[in-house]
T-cell receptor
Framework: DGGITQSPKYLFRKEGQNVTLSCEQNLNHDAMYWYRQDPGQGLRLIYYSQIVNDFQKGDIAEGYSVSREKKESFPLTVTSAQKNPTAFYLC?????????????FGDGTRLSIL | AQKVTQAQTEISVVEKEDVTLDCVYETRDTTYYLFWYKQPPSGELVFLIRRNSFDEQNEISGRYSWNFQKSTSSFNFTITASQVVDSAVYFCALSGANYGGATNKLIFGTGTLLAVQP
């Protein structure tokens, strides 16, 4: 089945450690996105990529980094510079980076601090 | 600036009741798009509907219906004869027409938690 796969489902980070969240899609979508969800808040955009080898910062990019070397993959690294990383992270994709295109989401990774 | 307000944090209904989830938006774009997503306990957001700013027709899909009113900047979602499986967090979202190099940036509301009791 086509879809977006995020792994792992749960992740724990130690102080000073970088961790990487995986996002893979087989929908042949050009655009991919990373969102952060905190309790009682809507989703906030971290990074997005409209095409391979290109990505842009969203609203809360500080402390995060991404790469887009393959169309199918858009990994997110939470660096030690992100002082409050505990959250639910959602990856999404759309056919193209156009405002009328619905985004399709993975089932998320929950990150916690040890 | 763009903004989406979902004033209802939580709603609890009994099965078979009708329920309306409110969504009010702000935008200066003349062309924009509104979305509703459902987030069940599993966490994945499921796309429900997209509405263009130039199409104010209401839409019905089974037990779901959407009422888009530009005059009041609202895009409300009604579930008729609610079922336990409708229990989820529902998000309203907005994107503008910054096409051509900008971003398909979705602005989300804070969500409404719907609990349908048997």
């Amino acid at each position: 089945d086509g879809g977006i796969t995020q792994s792992p489902k749960y992740l724990f980070r130690k102080e000073g450690q970088n961790v990487t969240l995986s996002c893979e899609q087989n929908l042949n979508h050009d655009a991919m996105y990373w969102y952060r969800q905190d309790p009682g808040q809507g989703l906030r955009l971290i990074y997005y990529s409209q095409i391979v080898n290109d990505f842009q910062k969203g609203d809360i990019a500080e402390g995060y980094s991404v790469s887009r070397e393959k169309k199918e993959s858009f990994p997110l690294t939470v660096t030690s510079a992100q002082k409050n990383p505990t959250a639910f992270y959602l990856c999404a994709s759309s056919i193209e980076g156009a405002p009328n295109q619905p985004q399709h989401f993975g089932d998320g990774t929950r990150l916690s601090i040890l | 600036a763009q903004k989406v307000t979902q004033a209802q944090t939580e709603i609890s209904v009994v099965e078979k009741e009708d329920v309306t989830l409110d969504c009010v938006y702000e935008t200066r774009d003349t062309t924009y798009y509104l979305f509703w997503y459902k987030q069940p306990p599993s966490g994945e957001l499921v796309f429900l509907i997209r509405r263009n700013s130039f199409d104010e027709q209401n839409e019905i899909s089974g037990r779901y219906s959407w009422n888009f009113q530009k005059s009041t900047s609202s895009f409300n979602f009604t579930i008729t004869a609610s079922q336990v499986v409708d229990s989820a967090v529902y998000f309203c979202a907005l994107s503008g027409a910054n096409y051509g190099g900008a971003t398909n940036k979705l602005i989300f509301g804070t969500g409404t938690l719907l609990a349908v009791q048997p």
